[in-house]
């Protein structure tokens, strides 16, 4: 579907634009009959005669189009009789006379080359398509037919046996010679890029293209602009069809890679291409566009119209604002820098610095050699050296034939190529010269091709060797198409399977000087044969810029750029290319700039405060290097060590009457309870291990349950002794080892099942917590079953809340050294750790939820140790009299006496 449409539009280009010059080419066609006999075809072939051509005889002849002279003449008003078109001596663009002399040149190096149709001389025969549809149709005609007086399908001229044609310079030149040829299936080498859609016309079996595929240039065009973060540029092109084919395909590419074009400006087409300068009006808004000192880079479609038209614009606009337009112009591979003659006044400087694309080119030394010892007298049958020499020179060749021209003076037919600017004539072959060049090898080696296979065949034996080439030129299309050399250069040459070449283009920098000299520097290339890593290539320190821009790359954006740290925020009824800046929000980075939006760092980083990089989160534990974990570890182990000390005195004073009073034996499981208890909250220190996450919850919770189950024991004894001393209560058999064991067993037993359930069902595990800390990573123990946690602790809470219970209301219990207060006391202290434990663990993240955890079971132990033990340690240490047996019958007596007093008290 798409490239019916394509061909379509081509073949309505081409009917709208020449639909009078193929009436004239039809009619021509029709008419073949002897000029006596139809005047009328006579008269107008005389309108039409070109006297500018250039003949040099061969036995095979390669015939040229090219594009270098200008021709003026009024157009018919069908009231006279119109005069010849070749009246009047043409303009010509100099610096496009070197394409005629590579053409020349190419021929004679064949010529010279025996290994190349041996025995077989080329010529050449070259006429002008003066930039006219007309004429370019009549010289076809001429390059087929008779050179004296064209009438179609009668060839009156035996000798004339040509066998391909080249050219022309741009595609409209080429489609029309391509109508006529492809008629007699004459093959054509064009040198010219094809406007998109254009090229699905020209695409017949006759033609030949020694350029690649426009469609790479556009692709390298977008790439050069993503290279350097262009995205803010204008466009220019010519206002025709060919132009508006350009605009669309790279505003389509443009959008496609986030760049935006400014301004969109189209160069007004003259029917006379010098017609610009009297037009200044006309261009008032290319030259606003212009003027912008926002735009810094400009993209041109530079045809060969193109080309002078915006030399003259710019340096209109200079002589105007009596500014500089620094801009960067990039142009396509039309582009070819010169300067005519006519123009000399012209600053070339509007364009140093400029980047263009070309076909790629190898220089050819012998070339220069040849343009060396070119002149007038040396040029043989040259027709259009002429004019190239005066208007090059400044000078007459034929001084008489020229009276009202005493500006001049006479050419000594001596002046050198090269001592020409290099504006106006180029020694180096230029980028479309090296194609013409390329395509007389490609039709001379398919000429040898052909010759070859009829020899192998035996079709020459006993015959004419030229007779194989005469009326069969379509046999040259099979070698064509499957041609493959290497020229002189070295550079290999071959068409794809649409005829065209297999290459790249080259990026050149262009460096102008005062006395309009330039240099061409390749800077890059894009060569689509090359692999996807190495398809596009610039080398930006190679680059020379306009000296406004102080050597750096020039920034081509609507507005600055979006630093890292910040991303893009549209502007409401403007370009995508223009934007405001707006930070990136907490949690979020930008690391490029113009970053469409923010993006989340991984879990394992975070971002900085500049918010333009993410840094890699520390972990978050609780370690033994550290000062928090270091006086957490000192603590344990000085209360570990105060809780062996107090055990040891115990030991030691086993049978002193205080130690004995409310069992001895729950004292010392107590004691080493809370020494395990103290020692457990090292499993809380250091990287979380599969291990100790296992370890530490249900170690506390059993240890502690000990604990509180010991405590809770000796508050009971307490009770139990003092209902026993009454007479005949039956209490007795509760007082005893047997019940306090039984009763620590029992409470513990609870505790270690619940912790089985939970190591069962849903067991504490190793975790690295991301989200919990913004720049740490918390490395902790996930409890698996929270609620088994909530039942450890509950279930010690009313162990401690039912020993605090028994012993607030056993403190005042008549009874020898009664621990009950320093229980109440320390059952209070216990439960108030574990109270506020519970806010401020689930307040707390990372390391200091551990610590908060860590200083509940040192603070709690401590608070049991220090409340039960210190009275105890203070007697036995400091006061020893008051732990003796008669201390202990005055406590009884005194104990008695006040339950007598009490008992009193309750009877009265």
């Not at 909530?790 to 009664?818: C, E, H, Q, W």
Request: proline share 4%; with cysteine.
């Amino acid at each position: 579907m798409g490239d019916s449409v394509s061909r379509e539009d081509g073949f309505a280009f081409w009917m709208t634009e020449n639909f009078l010059s193929l009436r004239l080419v039809v009619l021509l066609l029709l008419l073949q009959t002897d000029c006596k006999k139809n005047p009328a075809v006579c008269t107008m072939n005389d309108l039409l005669q070109v006297q500018y051509q250039y003949y040099q005889p061969g036995d095979l002849i390669i015939g040229g189009i090219t594009s270098h002279l200008v021709s003026f003449y009024e157009g018919a008003d069908f009231n006279t009789y119109p005069k010849p078109k070749s009246d009047t001596e043409p303009l010509v663009m100099v610096k496009k006379y070197q394409h005629v002399l590579s053409l020349a040149f190419a021929v004679k190096e064949i010529n010279e080359n025996h290994k190349i149709l041996p025995n077989i001389t080329l010529g050449f025969h070259v006429y002008d398509s003066h930039f006219d549809a007309q004429i370019t149709y009549q010289n076809t005609l001429n390059l087929l037919f008779s050179q004296q007086r064209t009438v179609p399908n009668y060839n009156c001229d035996m000798k004339k046996n040509l066998v391909a044609v080249i050219g022309g310079l741009d595609s409209e030149t080429s489609v029309y010679t391509a109508t006529i040829l492809s008629l007699y299936k004459i093959p054509q080498v064009t040198y010219c890029l094809y406007a998109p859609g254009v090229s699905d016309v020209t695409q017949r079996s006759s033609l030949y293209r020694m350029v690649p595929n426009e469609q790479h240039q556009y692709t390298g065009i977008v790439k050069l602009l993503l290279h350097f973060q262009w995205k803010w540029v204008g466009m220019l092109a010519m206002d025709d069809d060919k132009g508006e084919k350009f605009v669309q395909t790279m505003e389509c590419m443009f959008s496609h890679n986030d760049i935006c074009t400014a301004f969109i400006e189209r160069m007004p087409k003259q029917r006379n291409i010098l017609g610009i300068i009297n037009f200044y009006d006309l261009h008032m808004d290319i030259i606003a566009s212009l003027r912008k000192t926002s735009v810094n880079v400009c993209v041109a479609s530079a045809d060969a119209q193109m080309t002078l038209v915006l030399q003259v614009v710019l340096n209109l606009i200079e002589a105007d604002v009596m500014m500089p337009i620094n801009k960067v112009w990039i142009m396509t591979a039309h582009w070819d820098f010169s300067v005519e003659p006519y123009f000399k006044k012209l600053d070339i400087n509007v364009f140093h610095g400029a980047l263009s694309f070309a076909v790629q080119f190898v220089e050819i030394q012998e070339f220069q050699d040849f343009l060396q010892i070119w002149n007038p007298s040396t040029s043989g049958g040259d027709g259009f050296i002429g004019a190239f020499w005066e208007q090059a020179f400044s000078c007459l060749l034929f001084p008489d034939t020229n009276m009202g021209n005493e500006t001049k003076g006479a050419c000594t037919r001596k002046e050198k190529l090269e001592s020409l600017p290099g504006a106006f004539f180029e020694m180096g072959m230029t980028s479309q010269s090296y194609s013409i060049y390329n395509a007389v090898y490609a039709v001379a080696y398919s000429l040898n091709a052909l010759h070859l296979s009829r020899n192998r065949h035996g079709t020459m034996v006993g015959g004419d060797h030229l007779e194989i080439f005469k009326g069969k030129q379509f046999k040259l299309h099979s070698f064509l198409r499957s041609i493959s050399f290497n020229n002189s250069a070295g550079d290999k040459i071959s068409f794809d399977e649409k005829g065209e070449l297999l290459a790249g283009f080259d990026i050149l920098n262009w460096v102008t000087f005062p006395n309009k000299s330039f240099l061409k520097v390749k800077v890059g290339r894009m060569d689509p044969q090359s692999p996807l890593s190495r398809l596009f290539s610039v080398n930006k320190t190679s680059i020379t810029w306009r000296s406004q821009f102080k050597q750096a790359v020039p920034l081509a954006l609507c507005n600055d750029p979006c630093y890292p740290g910040s991303s893009r925020k549209k502007k409401e009824g403007e370009l995508f290319c223009c934007y405001n800046c707006a930070p990136c929000p907490e949690g979020k980075i930008s690391n490029e700039r113009d970053m469409d939006d923010c993006i989340k760092c991984p879990k394992d980083q975070y971002p900085n405060k500049k918010r333009n990089q993410c840094l890699p989160k520390d972990l978050n534990f609780l370690s033994y290097d550290e000062p928090l974990g270091i006086s957490m570890t000192v603590l344990a182990l000085a209360l570990s060590a105060a809780t062996a000390l107090v055990l040891g005195i115990f030991i030691k004073h086993r049978n002193t009457p205080i130690v004995k009073a409310n069992n001895r034996n729950l004292s010392y499981a107590l004691l080493i309870s809370l020494l395990l208890c103290f020692l457990c909250s090292l499993l809380f220190i250091g990287r979380p291990q599969f291990l100790t996450c296992h370890l530490r919850q249900t170690a506390f919770g059993i240890i502690f349950s000990v604990a509180v189950s010991s405590v809770l024991a000796k508050t009971l004894t307490v009770v139990l002794a003092f209902r026993a001393t009454k007479p005949g209560s039956k209490m007795r058999k509760w007082v005893g080892k047997k019940f306090s064991n039984s009763f620590i067993l029992s409470c513990s037993f609870i505790q270690a099942g619940i912790c089985i359930v939970w190591l069962c069902t849903d067991p504490p595990f190793p975790y690295l917590d991301m989200n919990s800390l913004s720049t740490e990573i918390v490395v902790e123990c996930n409890e698996g079953s929270a609620n088994m946690l909530y039942y450890i602790l509950g279930y010690m809470g009313l162990l401690a809340l039912v020993s605090f219970i028994v012993a607030f209301f056993a403190r005042k219990l008549p009874d020898t050294f009664n621990e009950a207060k320093c229980i109440t006391f320390s059952m209070l202290v216990f439960c108030s750790v574990w109270l506020s434990f519970v806010p401020t663990y689930l307040s707390t993240k990372g390391k200091y939820m551990v610590a908060v955890e860590i200083f509940s079971i040192l603070a709690s132990s401590a608070g049991i140790l220090g409340c039960i033990f210190s009275p105890k340690c203070y007697i036995i240490v400091m006061r020893p009299e008051l732990n003796s047996k008669e201390q202990q019958k005055i406590e009884i007596s005194k104990n008695l006496t006040t339950e007598a007093t009490m008992l009193g008290n309750r009877q009265n």
